[in-house]
């Protein structure tokens, strides 16, 4: 990821009500959200829901497909990892201890216990 692309994705996630969208987006899925639902969940009206959901896409964070008369809104993971790879290249700068914070943070979320991890 180039600097100027994590820049805009972190510019995007910096507000309540686009992070909160965007979390919602994380924890839906690959499946995503529609628009009403989405609007519902985070009480805020469509119109304002629309701006966040657009700076989220025009970040590259979120995709949108269309599904009937519906618009479902989904995370980009391959970018909400490629930020974080971006943000932790050469962290520990060949000293592990350096990112062993990071790397037990990242142990220990729930949804992606590390492979034979006890679930």
Sequence with gaps: MEASDAVAALAALAHDGRLAAFRLLVAAG????????LSRALAVPPSTLSASLATLSHAGLVSARRDGRRILYAARLDRMALLLDHLAADCCQGRPEVCAPLAATLARVACCPPPGAPA
């Design 30 to 37: 690959p499946d995503g959200l529609a628009a009403g639902d």
